[in-house]
């Protein structure tokens, strides 16, 4: 299977996408585990996260959220970037992709990272971009205070 990560043109990018493949490329369960992600934090170590399927579908975990996990659990560390790999069924043509967060996954992230950049499909490459731009008009509740990343 060709690696998403073959012609990212940023090492970040493709040393992200290459651990989110090689991620799921080793856990990957048909309806159970079919996207794997990384998070980059700020020291330069990757933490990864598995997608887990379930049953009821809104109890269904994103990989980002797992990763995101993984990477507050490990460090205190400002988070930099994340990308996310879909493993295809095989039922599909066998080529994984690089996928953006999902709309849940955008408003977590920057919950926790406001500077984070996501691993996007820009035409045949994968590059970076600033997760806001992704969310405009991002949610901002009254939970924390205005302007007040939680510190980890
Ligand atoms: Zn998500």
New binding site residues.
Partial sequence: MPDPADGCPDPAARALVAAAFAAISSRYVLGRHQIGAAVLDGDGHIHLGLHLDAMVGRAAV?A??GALSAARLATGAELVSVAAVRYPKPTEAPVARVVP??G??RELLLDHAPNLHAVVRNGTHAVLTPLAGLLPHKYVGTKWPAGLTPKP
């Fill in positions: 994103c980002e959220a967060p999902c849940l996954c």
